[in-house]
């Protein structure tokens, strides 16, 4: 779900002082020559520059790269860079905006803009900007990945420069980010940067040998329509009425209703003990008195339970009867998915913990040691940062397993929250799209750069049927604002999440993929695979982002740089049916298809004939360019699929070149969303 800030609108009362830093005497009257030979002799603008502008930025090499900000109406604004220099003409809006002049790959360059006051900006770098945003796999920490330790550590690169815009939605949009300033990569500024646009960018700055400039703008669990423009969706038929309702909401009252309900939820006073040393010890005893604990359902998260609009720290209990032949053995506690860190005790003794994963069920081994004839005490306590949060899993799917059958605790538990804080609004996606558009890309949109790398879509999967209009128009919106024409515009390929599908079938996250696949036919657009990097016990975020990366980057070669490099996965192009047996052609081979087997079998195949019903297939690489498919269940095949699941397990087709083939299929049928 979608947040929004009691403090979405931007103060349009800016700060007039503006921290001015010296150079030297002659940088000075080199300003003062400047402003006489081009007659600007009463510069007294007070002039302000957007926050995307700062030292230590990286400019786009070989465009001219626009620049603008704010000033007294009718003011001029003088702007120098590299020995040479623009005058701008402040409207009556008070905007003005020039073109710096075209610059190759190089720097340090010193940026000067002088108006009543002079900002200078220092240690710019002429070379690679790319835009880098989406949900929370393109927002996952370096920290976080594979080796995180390692590679933060060896992430010294001075020439990338990296850019974070803040967090932040609007009704309506804004002209400028509450904070933000460009950093050099160091181990202190990457270790909490976005992974994948990290690896991207090393690769790009490795192979180019060129400066690298890194924006990163990405919020998580965030749908596709809340990162696009008003004008992009005003015509939508899923989305015009809450776009045209969104431009007179009264959010004020709706903060203020929603702060008195939060509060009389908890007699007007909220719980802020987040560390509770005493909890753990109090919490265990047998003959701690929970009578005052609210009772919840735990298969329901905290908003069904009718702790709407919060995060924080609760504490579940539950007291369970266990009679002594079931405490002679190990047991497994089962207790669903938990949104979205927890930490599990029996009897006081830790069992178990999960970190900021609410997509992955909590299965936990209870040693027999922790367990008593009698009453048994199980305490878990759930963590939620954002959105909504609790233990989730699903009716009936809580439970103790015991060599002698399985005891049921998934009925009511005892619920206490220790720490709470007023989460921001929760906004429902399919009423409120253009927030993050509003809050995050208006403001930096038309900042020069080469292209975008975008890693979004898993919200979406639901609908994905509506995602095949609704990205490509993203896309569209976002180029149209930039006003960079067709730029590059990179993306992944959502990668495989839960456990491997057993039993072929539909898949949402199939559908998704199918319609990010469709959005190849922009052009200047590349894709991604990430179909083989997850790991069903990892959740939704699968912490190998190197692989992403450099996926990413072997797009931009080609794409945007024009190397002669294999950039893409390889894709279905064509079916030829004979007798019982489908050949599937595939594009993209690049040295031609591999099996990542060494007996030759190729995993992840299905086949159906007119009735629909598919069967796993078996299939075989009969050149570099074809996979023969066919089953002893279906004598007249008519449809073929390829990994098509939201985990299709352990695919083994590949190029020579190591990308994996794009899941596909041959059929129109209904799909399953919509």
Known sequence: ??????????DL?????????????????????????????????????????????????????????????GEKVAISIAGKSIIAKTGKDGKWKVFLPVLDYGGPYTLIVKGDNLIELNNILIGEVWVCSGQSNMGWQLKLCNN???????????????????????????????????VECSPESARYFSGVAYFFGRNIHQKLDVPVGLIHSSRGGTV????????????????????????????????HERESNVMSKFGGVLPVDSACNTCLSSFSSVDYDDSKWADVLVNKRWEANGYTNIDGVAWYRKVVLLNDQKTRSDLTLRLGRVDESDTVWMNGHFI????????????????????????????VRVEDTRDSGGLLGLAGGQSLETPDGIVDISQEWKIKFTWTKLNPIQINHYEYPTM??????????????????????????????QYQRIFPNLITDWRKHWGQGDFPFLFVSIANYRQPQQVPGESDYAELREAQTMTLSLPNTAMAMAIDIGEAGEGVHPPNKQDVGYRLALNALKIAYNK???????????????????????????????????????????????????????????????????????????????????????????????????PFRTDSWPRNTK
């Open 1 to 10: 779900m979608l947040t929004f800030y009691k403090w979405w609108i931007l």
């Open 13 to 73: 009362k800016f700060k007039k002082n503006v921290m001015i830093k010296r150079k030297t005497i002659c940088a000075l009257a080199f300003m003062q020559a400047l402003l006489l030979t081009t007659g600007v002799n009463t510069l007294h603008a007070k002039v302000r520059l957007p926050k995307i502008f700062s030292s230590n930025m990286v400019l786009q090499q070989g465009q001219a790269n626009p620049i603008w900000g704010w000033a007294d109406k």
């Open 148 to 182: 995180g330790a390692q590679e933060v550590a060896n992430a010294n690169y001075p020439r990338i420069r990296l850019f974070t815009v803040p967090k932040k939605i609007s009704q309506f949009p804004l002209d400028d980010i509450e904070a933000g300033e460009w």
């Open 224 to 255: 596709a329509e809340s990162w696009m423009s008003t004008e992009s969706l005003q015509e939508d038929p899923d989305f015009k009425d809450n776009v045209a309702a969104l431009k007179v909401a009264d959010f004020y009252k709706i903060i």
């Open 352 to 379: 178990g913990s999960t970190r900021n994963d609410s997509g992955t069920e909590r299965v936990y081994t209870v040693p027999k040691e922790t367990l008593k004839t009698g009453k048994n005490i199980i305490l």
């Open 436 to 465: 993050l558009y509003n809050g995050m890309i208006h403001p930096i949109s038309g900042f020069g750069m080469k292209g975008v790398i975008w890693y979004q879509g898993e919200s979406n999967a639901s609908r994905a049927s």
């Open 564 to 662: 002669d490099v294999v950039y893409a996965a390889p894709l279905f192009a064509s079916m030829q049916i004979f007798e019982n047996k489908a050949d599937i052609v595939f594009s993209h081979v690049g040295g031609g298809l591999m099996v990542k087997d060494r007996y030759g079998y190729i995993n992840g195949f299905t086949i159906a004939g007119s009735d629909q019903k598919f069967y796993w297939a078996k299939a075989e690489l009969i050149d570099d360019h074809t996979v023969r498919v066919y089953s002893p269940h279906v004598s007249n095949p008519v449809a073929v699929r390829y990994a098509w699941a939201d985990n299709p397990g352990d695919i083994n087709l590949y190029n020579k070149e190591g990308l994996p083939a794009n």
